[in-house]
């Protein structure tokens, strides 16, 4: 399964978005949508699943939970907008992480990218960045990896140009 990972769009819509998550299965949005016109563009490119986030407003709230927990093939994934990383994890998903660890953390938030191994609970951790214009990140990221089994791998990073200015072109 590959799956395009994007957070923090705050009502931004990049339409090379089309050409990035091409090849994907599922497209995942971290949180912090903005609009429902952004979920309703990603989920017209391929499957969506998506969690809120702070700024998100009760329009996105009614559609999207807080929280998300799913397999995938056989790895089990969390999803939450606000989670912090390992070492720093939010209390919202703190004891949660703990007693039930899944394979995949994924949040959003921070605006910064972060794949990071949590050793002493045994699973990635990822944060795609910030996807939006606006923001105090300097470039726009989304993720693209591929989760097979128990595995994730093929992991990739896709700069989608400065924060603050909409750039033309080809993402690879």
């Not at 017209?44 to 996105?60: M, W």
Request: aromatic share 10%; with cysteine.
């Amino acid at each position: 399964m590959k799956i395009g990972l994007l957070s923090d769009t705050h009502g931004y819509i990049d339409p090379r978005w089309a050409s990035v998550f091409r090849d994907v299965d599922e497209i995942w949005h971290a949180g912090d949508i903005g609009t429902l016109e952004v979920s309703d563009y990603l989920s017209s490119l391929k499957p969506f699943r998506a969690v809120y986030g702070n700024i998100d407003g009760q329009e996105i709230r009614k559609r999207f939970p807080e929280k998300l927990r799913f397999t995938c093939d056989k790895t089990e994934v969390l999803m939450i907008h606000i989670g912090g990383y390992p070492g720093h994890y939010d209390r919202r998903v703190r004891d949660e992480l703990r007693s039930d660890p899944p394979g995949l953390f994924i949040s959003g938030h921070s605006h910064i990218l972060k794949v990071m191994f949590d050793k002493s609970l045994g699973f990635l951790h990822i944060n795609p960045g910030a996807a939006g214009i606006s923001g105090f990140h300097n470039k726009r990221t989304v993720v693209r990896f591929v989760i097979e089994d128990a595995d994730i791998r093929d992991l990739e990073v896709v700069e989608m140009g400065p924060r603050g200015r909409i750039v033309s072109g080809n993402p690879v």
